[in-house]
């Protein structure tokens, strides 16, 4: 009966550990993707600005 303990306690902690490592890739992914789309987004509005600029005139 009291090694039955030590295997729940053992698998828990795995589970723990797995459950964290798991969030911790997510948000890892997340911050990525953010940083993609911000990357996109500021090409975007460059690109706008310059073709926006060669409507007016623009520079030289």
Same mark, same amino acid.
């Given at each position: 009966?009291?090694?039955?303990? @030590?295997?729940?306690? !053992?698998?828990?902690?795995?589970?723990?550990? %797995?459950?964290?490592?798991?969030?911790?890739? /997510?948000?890892?992914?997340?911050? @990525?993707?953010?940083? !993609?789309?911000?990357?996109?987004?500021?090409? %975007?509005?460059?690109?706008?600005?310059?073709? /926006?600029?060669e409507s007016n005139g623009g520079d030289i």
């Open positions: 009966m009291g090694t039955r303990g @030590v295997i729940t306690d !053992k698998w828990s902690m795995r589970v723990l550990w %797995a459950c964290a490592i798991g969030s911790a890739v /997510s948000l890892y992914m997340v911050a @990525v993707e953010r940083q !993609k789309q911000n990357r996109q987004k500021m090409i %975007a509005q460059g690109l706008m600005e310059m073709e /926006s600029g």
